[in-house]
C-alpha cells in the first residue's frame, strides 16, 4: 500500500532546545508509524496513571518506506514565535511575582516551517491492517479514533491523505539510513526510528540521506516496531 499525504504547512521537529527550532525536510518514520495507527483507529499508548505515557508493547508490525516525490514544490521558511518554558530548579523564580500568576518563563524563538508539503509514504503489513486504514480514510470504523492525524505540530492539518497505486508513483527522493563509513551525495538528516518514552537515552535516531527512484530500494524499507525494543 502506497498513501499521499499533502499539508499547506508541516513541522517535524527532532529533539532539540534553544531560541531556534529546525525541522526535518520528511517525518521520521515513528512519526509516520504513529499516523497510520491513528488512521487504523489503534491506540499506540497504555492507559496509565503515571506522569510518563508509556508505548504499548503489543502494536502491529509493518515495514514502513518514507520518500518525497519529484515535483513537490516544498520550501522552508522560518517564524518567531513566544515559547513558554518549564524552568529547571529555581531558575527565574523571581520572575513569578510579577506576572501574577501568569506564565513568566517565555522567551522570542523562531521556529522552520515546510510549506506546501508533499509526502509519500509505503506500507507493507497484514491485509487486515491495510483494511483497516482504508476504512480509517473512508470514516468506516466502528470505533472512535483519538484525535486527529496532523503534520508534525498540532496545529497544522493535513489537507489531504489518500491511496495511490504504485504504478502512479512518480520519481521520488526516498530516504533510507545510511551504513557507517559511506559517504552520500546530500540531503543528509538525522531521523527518529523509535521513541522509549520511559528512557529517553534508548530513544533510536539514524542518519538518513535521499536517493531518487520510483519504487522504494530495499534499503528504505524500515521494520517498526524495532524487533530488539518495542518499548
Known amino acids: 500500500m502506497f498513501l499521499l499525504l499533502k499539508a499547506p504547512f508541516a513541522s517535524f521537529r527532532p529533539f ?6 529546525s525541522t526535518t525536510p520528511v517525518p521520521s518514520p515513528s512519526t509516520v508509524y504513529g499516523i497510520l495507527l491513528n488512521l487504523a483507529g489503534i491506540e499506540q499508548r497504555t492507559a496509565t496513571d503515571q506522569p510518563i505515557t508509556l508505548i504499548r508493547d503489543d502494536l502491529p508490525e509493518m515495514e514502513i ?3 518525497v516525490p519529484n515535483g513537490c514544490q516544498k520550501q ?19 520572575l513569578a511575582k510579577k506576572t501574577y500568576g501568569n506564565k513568566y518563563w517565555i522567551a522570542p524563538v523562531r521556529r522552520e516551517v515546510l510549506v506546501d508539503v508533499c509526502i509519500i509514504v509505503g506500507l507493507k503489513t497484514d491485509q487486515q491492517l491495510c483494511d483497516r ?9 466502528d470505533e472512535p479514533r483519538y484525535g486527529l492525524p496532523f503534520a508534525g505540530d498540532n496545529n497544522f492539518l493535513f489537507d489531504e491523505i489518500k491511496i495511490i497505486s504504485e504504478q502512479n508513483i512518480p520519481c521520488t527522493k526516498w530516504y533510507y539510513p545510511i551504513e557507517d563509513n559511506t559517504r552520500p551525495k546530500g540531503g543528509i538528516c538525522r531521523l527518529t526510528t523509535w521513541i522509549d518514552r520511559a528512557d529517553n537515552t534508548k530513544t533510536n ?17 524500515l521494520n517498526l516496531p524495532p524487533s530488539n525494543d518495542k518499548n
Not at 532539540?16 to 527550532?21: A, D, V
Not at 535516531?205 to 524499507?221: G, K, R
Open 16 to 21: 532539540q532546545s534553544g531560541s531556534y527550532r
Open 76 to 94: 522552508t521558511s522560518v517564524l518567531s514565535q513566544q515559547l513558554h518554558n518549564y524552568p529547571v530548579g529555581s531558575s527565574g523564580k523571581e
Open 205 to 221: 535516531i539514524q542518519v538518513f540521506a535521499p536517493v531518487f527512484c520510483n519504487s522504494p530500494p530495499e534499503n528504505a524499507w
Open 65 to 67: 518506506a518514507i520518500g
Open 133 to 141: 486504514i482504508v476504512q480509517g480514510l473512508n470514516g468506516e470504523l
